[in-house]
C-alpha cells in the first residue's frame, strides 16, 4: 500500500516488512553514528530504540488511505504525511519512552537549516537524537530497495546526500561518514 503524489511517485509506504527493515536499518546505524560522536552509552542504547520507532506514527496514518478518504488525501497528502512524526511521538509518550527516545521521534523530520518539520527548528535547537536519525534516515532509504527502484551503492548515496547536506548536522555527518566506512 502506497501514497503517491501526482506524478505517481511515492511517497509513503506501508509494507510492513519495508518499514521493519528500514528501522532495523537507522536503529543500527544511529547507534553506530552515537559511538562516533562519542556519546554517552546510555544515549546510543536510547538511539537504537528511537531508531528502531521513528516511523511508527505512519500506522497511524493507514486509516487515511484505507477508507474512503482517497480523494482528500490526495489533495491534502502532504500534510497528512508531515502528521507521522507527530503521531509517533503522542504514541510513545503514552508508552513511558525515554524524553531523548520521545524528542528524536518528533523532530527526526526537522533540517539542520530550519527547512525541516514540523516546527522548524534549526541547527542545535534541533535534539542530538533527531539529527542522528536525520542522517541515518535518509541514508537507510538510499541503500534499500525500493519499489520503484534498485538502492544506490553506498558511495553513490554519499555522493547524494552530500547535495542536500544543508539538512544535516555536519559535525554528525562526519560521524556517520566514518560509521559506514569502517
Ligand atoms: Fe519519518
Same mark, same amino acid.
Given at each position: 500500500m502506497a501514497v503517491r503524489d501526482r506524478q505517481g511517485m511515492r511517497i509513503l509506504e506501508f509494507d510492513l516488512s519495508t518499514e521493519l527493515n528500514h528501522g532495523i536499518c537507522v536503529s543500527n546505524l544511529a547507534y553506530d553514528v552515537g559511538q562516533e560522536l562519542k556519546l554517552?552509552?546510555?544515549?546510543?542504547y536510547q538511539l537504537a530504540i528511537a531508531g528502531m520507532l521513528h516511523d511508527i506514527g505512519k500506522l497511524r496514518l493507514t486509516g487515511y488511505i484505507n477508507g474512503?478518504?482517497?480523494?482528500p488525501l490526495l489533495?491534502?497528502?502532504?500534510k497528512y504525511v508531515r502528521m507521522h512524526s507527530t503521531?509517533? /511521538?503522542?504514541?510513545?509518550k503514552e508508552q513511558g519512552y525515554s524524553q531523548f527516545v520521545l524528542d528524536s521521534v518528533? /523532530?527526526?523530520?526537522?533540517? /539542520?537549516?530550519g527547512s525541516g518539520y514540523?516546527?522548524?527548528? &534549526?541547527?542545535?535547537?534541533?535534539?542530538?537524537g533527531a539529527r542522528v536519525l536525520r542522517v541515518c534516515d535518509v541514508f537507510c532509504a538510499l541503500t534499500s530497495d525500493r519499489p520503484y527502484r534498485? &538502492?544506490?551503492?553506498t558511495e553513490t548515496a554519499i555522493e547524494l546526500m552530500i547535495e542536500e547536506v544543508k539538512n544535516f548536522d555536519m559535525k554528525v555527518f562526519i560521524a556517520f561518514q566514518r560509521a559506514v566506512h569502517k
Open positions: 554517552s552509552q546510555e544515549e546510543c474512503d478518504e482517497q480523494d489533495i491534502e497528502e502532504l503521531l509517533g /511521538y503522542e504514541e510513545l518528533l /523532530y527526526h523530520h526537522e533540517n /539542520y537549516d514540523p516546527t522548524n527548528l &534549526a541547527g542545535e535547537e534541533i535534539p542530538i534498485k &538502492a544506490f551503492e
